[in-house]
């Protein structure tokens, strides 16, 4: 059983991740923080507490940070809606967030639950980066931290990676969690998450259950599916929360790891969260931060895990 913290900005992914925690008889939601980045904090707990009412459930949601710690507030309205679930109308939530700072939480669970709970933390890593700053042991008393953010190590030259926003829209606060003490860290970044395609048949298989799940995915999906049929050309989207997911309550799902220190680079336009290693195993031109190591997914089966998700919202 996996006793799981989120760390959300909950837009679409996100709740569809939420969605497949809930599903899963080994993982219990013990509580959620909401921050900025695929829409305000305040939207992304609104639209946590919509979720979790969705699916009858009662988990504590804490407000956390509405602002990165150094750099402008930068939201996604643009892949998740001005609402950040897909502006598809959905009702006040009736509960309310605790009054409890998300980073406040998380130090609190850890002292009560010292090496029992999990943390997963799909935003930007502010909320994280505000408890270091108050707790510096904080994400050591975790049983482990998985990160949906990073680009792994570095391709071969000519090789693009999808946008790092997580890392992106807050890089000090990433900074120091990659820095931090821990027991294990996972970073499931864009390399891996990007490829993992809900396809068409998948999306009608959604919307074609009528369970609470998949009555919700469906609904908050359109708008996500024609932010990317930009960049392909068809109704597709990534599943990148999660895959981040279903790697902390099953790390089967990742084929192939690699560890060492993760740094937080800028190139003076975006930040990126790099393995300071080639894919190739050579060694980078760029001086390299000293942190404890990270272990970072290297590939992953999307195939099985992307219909173990369809699975489980579609029979829920």
């Avoid at 990160?147 to 190590?153: E, P, T, W, Y």
């Avoid at 809900?198 to 919307?207: G, I, R, T, V, W």
Wanted: hydrophobic share 50%; net charge negative; glycine share 8%.
């Amino acid at each position: 059983m996996r006793r799981v913290i989120l760390d959300m900005d909950v837009g679409i992914d996100d709740a569809i991740a939420i969605l497949y925690l809930a599903a899963r008889e080994d993982a219990e939601i013990v509580a959620l923080g909401a921050v900025h980045g695929n829409c305000t904090a305040h939207d992304a707990a609104r639209n946590a507490l919509i979720v979790f009412e969705t699916l009858g459930l009662d988990v504590p949601v804490a407000l956390g940070a509405v602002k990165p710690l150094e750099q402008e507030l930068s939201v996604a309205s643009f892949v998740h809606g001005a609402d950040g679930m897909g502006d598809a109308g959905f009702p006040d939530p009736k509960g309310a967030v605790t009054g409890e700072h998300a980073a406040d939480q998380l130090i609190r669970l850890s002292l009560e639950h010292p090496g029992e709970l999990d943390l997963l933390a799909v935003g930007p890593l502010t909320n994280l980066g505000v408890a270091l700053r108050k707790d510096p042991e904080v994400l050591a008393r975790l049983r482990s931290v998985v990160i949906m953010g990073g680009s792994g190590a570095y391709p071969p030259a000519g090789t693009l990676r999808e946008v790092d926003a997580n890392i992106d829209h807050d890089a000090a606060a990433a900074a120091l969690v990659f820095a931090a003490p821990r027991n294990e860290l996972v970073m499931v970044g864009v390399n891996v998450t990007s490829p993992a395609i809900l396809d068409e048949e998948a999306a009608a298989a959604l919307a074609a259950s009528d369970t609470p799940a998949a009555r919700l995915a469906s609904a908050i999906l359109p708008f996500y599916l024609g932010f990317y049929q930009h960049k392909w050309g068809r109704r597709v989207c990534s599943m990148h929360d999660p895959l981040a997911a279903g790697i902390l309550v099953d790390p089967t799902y990742a084929t192939a790891w690699r560890q060492g220190p993760v740094n937080v680079v800028s190139d003076g336009f975006m930040a990126r969260a790099w393995l300071m290693e080639r894919e190739d195993g050579g060694p980078v031109s760029l001086p390299v931060t000293e942190a404890p190591p990270t272990r970072v997914v290297d590939s992953a089966d999307w195939q099985r895990f992307g219909d173990e998700l369809v699975t489980r919202l579609t029979q829920a």
